[in-house]
């Protein structure tokens, strides 16, 4: 550390080169920044509050509903605390293009999904509404909902006993989500399943459900109820398929497509050319300064403690840099999502894409200066100075 | 007052490459030809070419020299170009598929604010109703040449992962579909037969989702379901799998209803007297749309979307590439900065000299922009994805590197070329020629 204001000084001894190196540095970890962000809102991984629930749909497809007598018969497995059903809505609002993820869900959801919060009075509130709604705090701020509103949702698929397709609903609560929640949560919008039977053109649909969730007493018991739940319907015409709420959000993910191949092989891009541009850099860097440095270990630097400052240079660099990128980074993305208006739902840049990046500061700068830190290391001092 | 002059032409040189970048890309190619023919013409007729041509000469034999630092340029650009490329073949490879799969001859009815094939549906009546309706071609028997259809969704394996569950469309078709769509062909094993159990498949969906190979059998809803054939359309289509629309819609117990009606016109122009037969008609509450703008609207959101990021990773990267070249130019020239002084002292003036560094950053950023380019069209041309599309299910489409993109690559990669070499080529002009001289 005490030879750190020699190495700042050597940094910065072309401040034309170093500006633009850092520049480009920086470039890279914005891209990294973002698209790590845009990767993450695709991943819903580390949603540690649904360790403990399953969703049980249809073995054969994801439109096939499932018989409402089923959510009996999985109640009644051992290990199941509570069951509760949903059914997809496919709202819109306003315009085709404001899509509203809206589901009609059991009462009981709110206990299963206990992430979702809203007070005792507000449930209270919902209970005696029948076209009641609550609405993530993302998705009411995106159209300027407040509670009390009264909202006309139209629904892709499902018309009124009427043939409207417009649903009238009510806002009595927008939630807030519990930290630790799938990415996305504070987007939904949800309302009685009793409401959806009783005023849907489709008879059937007091029948039916469309998927199941259920949450465990307890997570590790999640094979052997996911198990014994698919049993209960085997061999009949309704197949049941049940996972764990995480399984069930990856695979979803990933139909959409492998997202983190895609951002992997750009970054990738990004990164080698970043190394091979750096390593230009501190080449040249060292180049230069093949004098300065046989100076320094005629005074009595020894040879380790200069290639330990040449690596040290250049693993600044990347921090200064990187650290710069992705403090950039974590000011645009947010302004981007906001600017999307709600569609795009990015997560701020947060610790883990900090500490893999500081990581990747650190292995580049390595990678980038080793071979000018030999070449400084292994410099023969009567050679360097005299200009050989 | 000095400062001041400088500023103002900072600001103007900003405004020279700003005013740079918006005509370069309103340029068509020819405009590029044109340009490279003039100063071509330049460098040979006027004297001032010449000196140019020299000089651009002597800087280029030093690249070799410089081969670490000038690669930087290269693969910087490549980098940003390759990117580019890739994920604009991607929304472009996306785009094509679907709006390959309409065309303005056939049109498709949903019920009314619909969306999607999966939303919708028409009970027999309605689809009777809309397959008499006038502007229907007919066929050589006085019927309507028309296919009732469903889109249901199934699980199928992805190929290589058995465990996972990708959405596959299922179709049925009705006999005249094979009219309806003339591009259908079957490649291997037969058509099915109307009233059983029998699949064909598309190309898309046999390459990417698992055991869809003729003659095997898949469970669906409960039921086995053999396959009997394997069709070619080179559009989404590919993507599904079609059967028989009763058996579908028995297997799926969707009795005698439909989800959509397709009708062969008899001209495209007859589908205002179509839409505006079924728009008087009481009965009916539907959405008529040609094929053609019917799969183009599904494309839009997601082309868009995929288009912005490729183009906001490109920026970003070419960021990153400006100040990598300007860094390598600016060590060139000071490596040079005795040699150039000594043309500018035996009488050069300074337009070659500009002009000769300029093109050496450009030379070297052409070459970065064909490799990046060209590797990614080895890898990503016709290269097969999938992704969720409008009904909710997998589509499958092929990247395409097409000539259009290739060009656009070349073009960014000219661009950045250009800002990297500008300022560097303007400090060698204006270097000092007895300090530059002097220096060691």
């Known amino acids: ?388 | 007052m000095k400062t001041f002059k400088k500023f103002l032409g900072g600001v103007l040189l900003l405004a020279i490459i700003a005013l740079f970048l918006v005509v370069w890309t309103m340029l068509p190619w020819q405009g590029v030809v044109v340009l490279a023919i003039l100063l071509a013409v330049w460098m040979v007729a006027t004297r001032r070419g010449r000196q140019t041509w020299q000089v651009t000469r002597v800087g280029l034999s030093t690249v070799t020299q410089r081969l670490g630092s000038s690669s930087v340029v290269v693969v910087g650009i490549a980098g940003v170009v390759g990117v580019l490329v890739a994920m604009l073949a991607m929304s472009e490879g996306f785009a094509q598929t679907l709006r390959a799969s309409g065309n303005d001859h056939t049109a498709i009815v949903l019920r009314g604010g619909s969306q999607a094939e999966l939303n919708s549906i028409l009970d027999r009546d309605s689809a009777n109703v809309v397959m008499q309706a006038p502007g229907v071609k007919k066929g050589p028997e006085g019927r309507p040449i028309a296919s009732g259809e469903l889109v249901v969704v199934a699980n199928l394996p992805r190929k290589g992962d058995p465990n996972s569950d990708s959405n596959v469309p299922i179709r049925g078709v009705s006999d005249d579909v094979w009219a309806l769509r003339e591009n259908v062909k079957i490649i291997e094993g037969r058509r099915f037969k109307p009233g059983l159990r029998e699949l064909i498949v598309g190309k898309g969906a046999k390459g990417q989702f698992e055991g869809l190979d003729v003659g095997k059998s898949i469970r669906l809803a409960g039921q086995t379901w053999t396959v009997v054939g394997e069709f070619e359309s080179h559009d989404a289509l590919e993507s599904e799998l079609w059967g028989d629309t009763q058996s579908v819609a028995s297997a799926y117990r969707r009795g005698s209803s439909v989800q959509s009606v397709t009708v062969l016109l008899e001209s495209p122009k007859a589908l205002d007297a179509f839409k505006a037969s079924l728009a008087a008609d009481p009965r009916l509450k539907v959405d008529v749309s040609t094929t053609e703008a019917y799969f183009s609207k599904q494309s839009e959101a997601l082309t868009k979307t995929l288009r912005i990021i490729g183009i906001t990773v490109g920026l970003i990267m070419a960021i990153g590439a400006v100040f990598g070249a300007l860094n390598t130019m600016f060590a060139a020239i000071q490596a040079r900065a005795r040699e150039i002084a000594t043309l500018r002292a035996i009488g050069f003036r300074g337009v070659p000299v500009v002009v000769s560094v300029l093109l050496e950053t450009m030379l070297l950023a052409l070459l970065g922009g064909a490799i990046g380019a060209g590797i990614a069209w080895l890898i990503f041309n016709n290269y097969s994805a999938s992704t969720l599309g409008a009904n909710f299910s997998q589509v499958v489409f092929q990247f395409r590197v097409g000539p259009a993109l290739l060009w656009t690559g070349l073009k960014w990669a000219l661009a950045i070329g250009f800002i990297g070499g500008l300022f560097p080529a303007l400090r060698a002009a204006r270097l000092p020629v007895t300090t530059a001289l002097r220096e060691l």
């Open chain 1, 1 to 388: 550390m005490k030879y750190f204001h020699l190495i700042w000084a050597a940094l910065f001894r072309r401040k034309a080169r170093t500006f633009f190196t850092l520049v480009s540095i920086l470039a890279a970890f914005l891209l990294f920044g973002m698209l790590d962000a845009t990767r993450s809102a695709f991943d819903s991984g580390d949603n540690v509050i649904g360790v403990d629930r399953l969703i049980t749909t249809s073995r054969y497809s994801i439109i096939q509903s499932l018989p409402v007598s089923l959510g009996n018969q999985i109640k009644a497995v051992p290990g199941v605390r509570d069951v509760g059903a949903s059914n997809w809505f496919g709202g819109i609002y306003q315009d085709p293009k404001n899509f509203v993820l809206s589901f009609a869900v059991s009462d009981n959801y709110f206990d299963i999904f206990h992430e979702i919060q809203i007070s005792p009075e507000e449930r209270k509130t919902y209970a005696s509404t029948r076209t009641g709604a609550i609405v993530g705090e993302a998705l009411a701020k995106r159209f300027g909902w407040k509670v009390g509103d009264k909202i006309p949702l139209q629904s892709t698929i499902f018309p009124q006993r009427n043939g409207d397709k417009t649903w009238p609903f009510d806002i009595v609560a927008i939630y807030k989500v519990a930290p630790g929640a799938a990415n996305g949560t504070d987007q939904q919008f949800f309302f009685h399943h009793k409401y959806f039977e009783d005023a849907n053109a489709f008879q059937s649909i007091g029948t039916t459900v469309g998927w199941y969730v259920i949450r465990l007493n307890s997570a590790n018991d999640a094979d052997r109820v996911a198990k014994a739940v698919d049993a209960l319907s085997a061999n009949s015409d309704h197949e049941t398929k049940t996972q764990t709420e995480q399984a069930f959000n990856a695979s979803f993910a990933k139909q959409i497509g492998d997202i983190g191949l895609i951002v992997s092989a750009i970054m990738g891009a990004v990164f080698f050319t970043l190394i091979l541009l750096t390593g230009n850099t501190m080449a040249q860097a060292v180049r230069e300064r093949t004098s300065e440095l046989a100076v320094l270990k005629t005074i009595g630097f020894s040879s380790h403690s200069v290639l330990y400052m040449v690596l040290a240079e250049s693993i600044l660099l990347l921090v200064i840099g990187g650290v710069l990128g992705l403090g950039l980074a974590g000011v645009i993305v947010p302004i981007v999502a906001k600017g999307s208006g709600g569609m795009l739902n990015l997560p701020p840049v947060g610790s883990q894409t900090w500490l893999l990046g500081f990581v990747l500061m650190v292995v580049i700068g390595a990678i980038v200066g080793a071979l000018p830190a030999l070449r400084a290391m292994r410099l023969n001092i009567v050679d360097a100075l005299a200009g050989r």
